[in-house]
């Protein structure tokens, strides 16, 4: 099976950014367990029109089973929400390879919690927990089929540790100094390392605490001190 994890471009550009999206490309790194995976990112993009195009192309004359996984970002403090891309991207898909799978994750789609009809199968939960299920299309602890239009196992993941480290390979080449979203400079090298998930807060201008149901979850020291050995020995890319 050939996967295509997808991060859209973001609905509006802006002067700053935190980078790319640690859970976007967990996501990724799972699905690498199941099939062959490709990985997009058009928030780091310089001309993230002309590498959709490519995309486009290649999911078109893709062979065999194909499947799409398109995330729906919601959160406004960084890229700022990709929704209406993800939804286009999800139109011009379809028209490029009707018989591929699209399948809708992301905050957006666990606040919503309703099927998005661009996709054939919407993730209402945390992706990096039932995706995996879905893509193989089975039932597990409760998940619904993957032939139903909306797949929801647990809501959180309660122990964060049992996450993989993302694959950064996966990254395309600069993103180790990312572009600010609305293109007009680099910012420093860096890496996005994930220690929380959660906020206790429901400020009216970001839903983070919504979509984690008010909590916060930590990974623990020890897993965290080990994605950043792993990081200091790829020192070639990114700096702490």
Known sequence: MKIYVIYPAPDVRK???????????????????????????????????????????????????????VYFDSIPLHRSGNVSSARHLCGLLRQAQPSARIIAC??????RKMHENCADVTVVSEPEYSLDIVLKGGIHNGCLTATMKIASCVRL?????????????????????PLTTNGTKRLARS??????????????????????????????????????????????????
């Open 15 to 69: 002067e700053f950014r935190f980078g790319y999206s640690v859970s976007c490309l967990t996501v990724a790194t799972i699905a690498k367990s199941i099939g062959e995976v490709r990985y997009f990112d058009f928030s780091l993009e310089d001309k993230p029109v002309d590498t959709e195009s490519l995309l486009l192309a290649e999911i078109a004359h893709a062979r065999g089973p194909t499947t799409c996984v």
């Open 191 to 240: 890496a996005v390392v994930s220690t929380t998930r959660g906020c206790l807060g429901a400020c009216r201008f970001c839903p983070r605490g919504s979509w984690n149901l008010y909590r916060v979850r930590h990974r623990s020291v020890e897993a965290i001190v080990s994605e950043l050995s792993q990081l200091l020995r790829e020192k070639c890319r990114f700096k702490i």
């Open 106 to 111: 992301g905050p957006y789609c666990m606040i």
């Open 157 to 177: 993941i309660e122990n964060l540790d049992i996450l993989p480290s993302p694959d950064r390979s996966l990254l395309p080449q600069g993103c180790e100094t």
